[in-house]
């Protein structure tokens, strides 16, 4: 790993580790781009806007009964066309990448039974929801390769939650990045009779977009630097410890895609799966009269209202579902969602191609939801992410500390409320499974602009400090947290904690 002094007062400097990849510091623009090294692919990449934007298949039910919606999901290797004309294997849920979506119903629990077919164990997480522990995908609960026992398994999930864009990754210890870049992540969209009630944008005008970027090998794979191909032994070569960058971006599987769209309002719900890239999207050209994207939600769910804005900021694991007005354009227009942080093939994301005058019956309600104020906190606890010594090799810490699944590092009560206060070296998207929390500030300041509404994962960027209000509502157990550039969380900056009675 090269983070040098030189290089690590560079990123307090605002500069990012991002060194070689050329990443121009935008005026203007606070911060940096991303934590991490690019990974450059070693084959001629396509020309962008010539693929066709899709959205996952949804998922359906193998059966419905008083216990749930139940599902099946079987995990294995692959071949797909990512890059037009190249084959390209993946790993993939029911042999796709992205996974097939989920959409489920607030309360009405939904039963996945996942099979292994891989070569390797996985571990099935839910991110963002509110599960039992024996559930959640705790790190080392391995569901075993094919042919042993252990490869198949029900994960229960009692959704008892708000509507809110979920998603699924795998999750095993010391191999989250690498498995996820192979493609093990997919959707899973709550809703709710609060939500259907609003008139938002929904149907063939309610577009997930999970955007990841990857790398490609020059035979066509997915290039990632993992010490180990075949995953048995964690690591990845130097200089990738700090993240893993690819130069090629995908929208739900595709590179850099064109969606056609009537000109109408448009929900799209905007996942940063990537493994480190962080973004700052826009619209090119911006619409006229006034912000491109309305936000109307985030990790958790709705925001009390919608916040309007030029860009959005998405670190890695985070979601901003917002409503565009395409309306504003002329049919036959082009309008580009860009990345401000990108640099090159990476500055593109998508296009959108204007096809038509549509009618909209939809709206943006001026009052999205109510928040029940939460409990006062009872306990102020401070947690230190930083560079630091794991096991003798270089790697990521918590309070100085490595992961050990066996060791909480906090233990709230359940139904109580705490403040957590963050700090980081780098720039650390931090994330804790179960438990929900609101961001109280940054620094001496308040919430930045892309604060708002239940988080999450929180965008910790280099040198900063902030504070969060945690809620530990739901189920008692052992959950963890960790940091969601997944280099960082497979090199050990991860944490156990335990709601208690
Ligand atoms: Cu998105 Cu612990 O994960
Ligand atoms: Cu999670
Ligand atoms: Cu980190």
Not at 91 to 117: D, K, M, Q
Not at 125 to 153: E, I, K, M, N, V
Not at 365 to 371: Q, Y
């Amino acid at each position: 790993m090269t983070l040098d002094r030189r290089r690590f007062l560079r990123a307090l400097g605002g500069l990012g580790v991002a060194a070689g990849v050329g990443v121009p510091l935008l005026s203007g623009v606070r911060g940096s781009a991303s934590t991490g090294e690019l990974l450059a692919s070693r084959r001629p990449l396509p020309r962008p806007f010539t693929t066709r934007f899709r959205v996952p298949p949804v998922l359906v039910p193998t059966r419905s009964d008083a216990d749930g919606d139940h599902y099946d999901i079987v995990q294995r290797p692959a071949i797909v066309e990512i890059l037009p004309g190249v084959r390209t294997p993946i790993w993939g849920y029911n042999g796709r990448f992205p996974g097939p979506t989920i959409r489920s119903t607030s309360g009405r629990p939904v039963i996945v039974t996942h099979r292994n077919e891989l070569p390797v164990p996985v571990v099935v997480h839910l991110h963002g929801g509110h599960t039992p522990p024996d559930h959640d995908g705790f790190p080392t609960d391995l569901l075993q390769p094919a042919g042993r026992t252990g490869s198949s398994r029900d994960y229960v999930y009692p959704l008892r939650q708000p509507a809110a864009t979920l998603w699924y990754h795998d999750h095993r210890m010391d191999f989250t990045g690498p498995s996820v870049w192979r493609g093990l992540a997919g959707f899973h969209l709550v809703t709710d009779p609060h939500e259907q009630s609003l008139g938002l944008p929904s149907g063939d005008r309610d577009l997930p977009v999970m955007i990841t970027d990857r790398s490609f090998d020059a035979d066509g794979r997915l290039h990632y630097p993992s010490l180990d191909p075949t995953l048995r032994t964690p690591g990845v070569r130097e200089p990738y410890g700090s993240g893993v960058l690819g130069d090629v971006v995908l929208v739900n599987g595709v590179p850099w895609p064109v969606a056609e769209i009537p000109a109408a309002r448009h929900r799209l719900r905007l996942l940063n799966a990537s493994n480190a890239r962080r973004y700052r999207l826009v619209l090119d050209p911006p619409p006229p009269g006034g912000p491109a994207l309305i936000q109307i939600g985030t990790d958790g769910g709705l925001l009390d209202q919608p916040v309007a804005h030029d860009a959005v900021e998405l670190a890695p694991a985070q979601r901003f579902d917002v409503v565009v007005d395409f309306g504003r354009y002329r049919p036959g227009q082009q309008v580009d969602l860009r990345n401000e942080f990108g640099d090159r093939t990476t500055a593109a994301v998508m296009r959108f191609r204007i096809t038509q005058a549509a009618d909209d019956n939809s709206r943006i309600p001026d009052r999205l939801t109510g928040t029940p104020a939460p409990a006062p906190p009872v306990i102020t606890r401070d947690l230190h992410f930083r560079h630091g010594t794991v096991h003798g090799m270089p790697g990521w810490t918590i309070n100085g500390e490595p992961f050990h699944p066996d060791r909480s590092i906090a233990d709230p009560r359940l139904g109580s409320t705490e403040i957590w206060r963050l700090s980081s070296d780098f720039h650390h998207p931090i994330h804790l499974h179960q438990a929900s929390f609101r961001i109280l500030g940054r620094g001496i300041g308040g919430p930045g602009p892309y604060d708002h509404g239940p988080k999450d994962t929180i965008d910790l960027r280099p040198a900063e400090q902030a504070s969060i209000l945690v809620t530990f509502d739901d189920y008692p157990g052992r959950y963890v947290l960790h940091c969601h550039n997944l280099e960082h969380e497979d090199m050990a900056m991860m944490g156990a904690f335990t709601i208690t009675r």
